[in-house]
């Protein structure tokens, strides 16, 4: 969780909100939300170092090469086509 609040502090740094997203963490760590979750049967679940690799692989196989992308642009514009 600590990961995920630095992240956050980070994005909300970055893009100018970071006044509004302490707000928001503070009010969240004050709040029932916890008991809430609970109740309601919402759960957490972490990845797996697995999954992670699986979903790595299976990413790597159906990408497609830069290279592959960049001469089917270059044939679309020749062709008279636009390129996005």
Not at 27 to 55: F, I, M, N, W
């Amino acid at each position: 969780m600590a990961r995920d609040v630095i992240a956050l502090l980070h994005f909300a740094q970055a893009k100018g909100f970071l006044k509004d997203a302490l707000k928001g963490l503070i009010s969240t760590a004050l709040s029932d939300y916890r008991q809430l979750r609970s109740r309601v049967g919402l759960q957490r679940y972490s990845e797996s170092r697995d999954d992670r690799e699986t979903r790595r692989r299976r990413i790597q196989r159906h990408a497609r090469p830069v290279q592959y992308r960049a001469q089917s642009v270059a044939d679309d514009v020749r062709r008279g086509g636009q390129a996005f």
